[in-house]
């Protein structure tokens, strides 16, 4: 729809005919790619007068990306929804995992839009980093990027370390045995081991 300056909207003419008035319309067309067949939406625009229909530049757009996005899927690829979620999982803007990941200042922009599909190699990359908090973090440094991110998420181990406290006794008395705290927070640094 078009606005007009009063406010009222007015319906766009179509540029074939010029006579009558284009609305937008969505069709379920099937799609084969790779022995795969989906039935996925076709975006198009249709003129009340002279019937003919057609894309224009913002229908194209759609159609493209929802065919890059079934393609991407069967290719086994993330799809862009994916991709948006493993950005904020780490709270990255789409400058930073370019620069983080490569592929260029709007790469990751085209990735989540499903513009462009990312390579087999971005896409282990994204996998891998997705699934290791380490790897990120690792990433992270090795590309130069820690001063963006001012604190550093602790890795949680899956395994607590045991802590382990001696009691020293006075006059092999087991009621006299007394806590060092001192030999506490040695051990907790790793300056010393655990003693029977």
């Not at 990120?136 to 963006?148: D, P, Q, T, V, Y």
Request: proline share 5%.
């Amino acid at each position: 729809m078009f606005e007009m300056e009063n406010g009222m909207s007015t319906q766009e003419p179509c540029p074939l005919c010029g006579e009558g008035h284009v609305t937008e319309q969505v069709q379920e067309a099937e799609t084969e790619y790779k022995g795969h067949k989906v039935m996925l939406p076709l975006h198009y625009k249709l003129c009340d007068h002279c019937l003919s229909d057609f894309a224009g530049t913002e229908e194209s757009r759609r159609n493209r990306r929802v065919l890059l996005a079934f393609r991407k899927q069967v290719d086994g690829l993330l799809t862009g929804t994916e991709i948006i979620a493993l950005r904020k999982q780490y709270g990255l803007t789409q400058v930073q995992a370019a620069r983080l990941f490569g592929g260029g200042p709007v790469a990751f922009s085209k990735y989540e839009n499903d513009d462009v599909a990312q390579s087999e190699a971005m896409d282990t990359l994204l996998r891998l980093v997705r699934r290791s908090t380490t790897s990120f973090w690792e990433l992270i440094e090795e590309k130069g990027m820690s001063a963006e991110f001012m604190t550093k998420k602790p890795v949680v181990s899956a395994r607590p370390k045991p802590v382990c406290i001696r009691l020293e006794k006075a006059n092999e008395n087991p009621a006299a045995a007394v806590y060092n705290p001192r030999e506490f927070r040695q051990f907790a640094h790793g300056e010393v081991q655990c003693k029977p």
